[in-house]
């Protein structure tokens, strides 16, 4: 069955730093998402993406954010210098039509 | 703004002792509620996507059914694999919208 992944499974950096997230989606999927997760709160929306272009962002993606489908497969989430704040689980998403389907996440740890 | 509020908080069962969680949630104009599946550290795994006022569906041991204003998730005879977060996510009436999620019910079914 086809699903979502995502590398690293864990990303550990220094405050200040960029990092790329990556993810590759199911291969028919038109519409991509990251989504994250402070440990014990919410699932909350960041950006989505359908066309090459953003087609909706929350308040949490700020110009710190970008995201990028670099090629036909992988669709990235840059942050390009992380705060103490930035510490959750990523997830990135992908759909056809209204089910999104997740990935398994990126734990990113910012010391 | 929409929202959405799980409860309860947590659930202890024992194996076999049915129960409900519960989904209330507030939107503009429904175009979906979905519920997943999701275990520690991991990502939300899709169980179902309920669309209109009186739907139901039914996966094993899980059922789910919605009415204008709350769903519910009915575990039937649950076993101790049943165990995880359950969460609750609505999508807005408008495209391929991001999903807005509750805090989700941690259910733990003890033998």
């Known amino acids: 069955e086809p699903e979502v992944t995502q590398t690293p499974s864990h990303q550990v950096t220094q405050m200040g730093q960029e990092v790329i997230l990556r993810c590759v989606p199911i291969s028919n999927h038109l519409y991509f998402y990251w989504y994250r997760q402070i440990l014990g709160q919410k699932v909350e929306f960041l950006v989505s993406f359908y066309n090459n272009e953003i087609s909706e962002k929350s308040e949490i993606f700020d110009d710190q954010f970008s995201v990028e489908r670099p090629d036909g497969s992988n669709f990235t989430l840059k942050i390009r210098s992380t705060k103490l704040e930035d510490s959750a689980m990523y997830f990135c998403?992908?759909?056809?039509?209204?089910?999104?389907?997740f990935g398994p996440g990126t734990r990113l740890t910012v010391l | 703004e929409d929202q959405v509020t799980q409860s309860p908080e947590a659930l202890r069962l024992q194996e076999g002792e049915s129960s409900s969680l519960n989904c209330s949630y507030t939107?503009?104009?429904?175009?979906?509620l979905f519920w997943y599946r999701q275990d520690p550290g991991k990502g939300p795994e899709f169980l179902f996507t309920l669309y209109s006022a009186g739907e139901e569906k039914e996966k094993e041991r899980l059922k789910a059914t919605l009415t204008k204003k709350e769903s519910f998730l009915h575990i039937t005879a649950p076993k101790p694999e049943d165990s995880a977060t359950y969460l609750c996510?609505?999508?807005?009436?408008?495209?391929?919208?991001?999903?807005?999620f509750g805090k989700g019910t941690r259910l733990s079914v003890i033998a």
């Open positions: 939107v503009s104009g429904l175009r979906g």
């Open positions: 996510a609505v999508q807005p009436f408008s495209g391929n919208t991001p999903l807005v």
């Open positions: 998403a992908s759909s056809a039509d209204n089910e999104q389907f």
